[in-house]
């Protein structure tokens, strides 16, 4: 298991800060990460008490050290109510948000997202524990996440995989910077996505543009990606983007909220879908009165509820 590394700020080396992204990170002179944010880690659980959803952890790969919690109804787990080994549901290999530098496959936050949505969908989920920058800036996330998408497809994977999933209903999706990644490898499900440009557009101000987090992290994140903020990896509609008439599956799910930072990205990327002549299904999901990410920080409100449900519709129908 992966972990996040913190360290307590001291006067020491207070002045020796050498990048930060206020109430985030801070990234000192000695290569020492300090993580403002993120919740705490939790174990997998054989049958989760409220849920009543099994999880366990599973490495993929060694080197590099990728692994991932592997989610299932304990009822399909276990054969139970007249479950034959025929029965096979949707798999959702899924990417956890927090700006490709915080956050985790095993912590609370996403657990227990995750828990819900399995709880409520018939489906088998593959939570992908990826590397972090800035200690391994990216690609190397992109490059994680897609070794584990193949991981998913091989002999090798966990039992889980081909006694109970469907691989003829596999879907790719995440979170904020997961939405990003699940754009890059596939563009199956988008969830919040965290696009950005070096330009604002709708409701983002044009003043400071380039003072705000979204400039910070990608500088932090990527610092030596070609073309900056107008790179095809978090500006899918850059002048070197790739048509999106070529995305490579068959319906697409975006979701957002009212106010989201990223809302008028998020809705600027389902217009362009929908107009480059793909041949796919693209739907909109706007939630109202909503933050960026809130289904995942507040997971038992209505609204949040209500997105889940949708979520679940879209990947079993």
């Not at 209505?302 to 997105?307: F, G, I, P, R, T």
Request: net charge negative; proline share 6%; with cysteine.
């Amino acid at each position: 298991m992966a972990s996040i590394s913190t360290v307590a700020t001291t006067a020491t080396n207070s002045n020796m800060i050498t990048m930060e992204i206020p109430n985030f990170v801070r990234v000192y002179k000695d290569g020492t990460v300090e993580r403002l944010q993120g919740s705490p880690f939790v174990p997998p659980t054989l049958e989760d008490p409220t849920t009543k959803v099994s999880s366990k952890d599973v490495i993929i790969s060694n080197n590099p050290p990728i692994s991932a919690r592997v989610y299932l109804q304990n009822r399909i787990r276990s054969q139970e109510e007249g479950l034959d080994n025929n029965h096979k549901v949707p798999i959702l290999v899924y990417f956890h948000g927090g700006g490709f530098f915080f956050e985790s496959a095993f912590s609370q936050l996403h657990h227990n997202y995750l828990n819900m949505l399995v709880s409520v969908a018939d489906i088998l989920v593959v939570s992908v524990e990826y590397r972090l920058a800035p200690e391994t800036p990216l690609p190397a996330a992109y490059h994680d996440c897609w070794e584990a998408l193949k991981w998913v497809a091989t002999d090798n994977t966990d039992p889980w995989l081909p006694k109970h999933g469907d691989f003829n209903r596999v879907f790719i999706g995440g979170d904020s910077a997961g939405g990003n990644i699940a754009h890059n490898i596939a563009m199956r499900i988008v969830s919040h996505p965290y696009f950005f440009g070096s330009k604002a557009i709708g409701c983002e101000a044009v003043a400071g543009h380039e003072e705000s987090s979204g400039f910070r992290t990608w500088e932090m994140v990527h610092p030596s990606c070609p073309g900056g903020l107008d790179n095809p990896l978090i500006n899918p509609l850059g002048s070197e983007a790739p048509s999106l008439s070529g995305l490579g599956c068959w319906k697409v799910l975006v979701c957002t909220a009212e106010r989201d930072v990223m809302r008028d990205r998020a809705v600027w990327y389902y217009e362009r879908v929908k107009k480059s002549g793909w041949e796919g299904e693209v739907e909109l999901y706007q939630v109202e009165g909503e933050e960026h990410v809130f289904h995942i920080y507040n997971p038992r409100t209505q609204n949040a509820h209500k997105m889940l449900k949708r979520f679940a519709d879209f990947l079993l129908h």
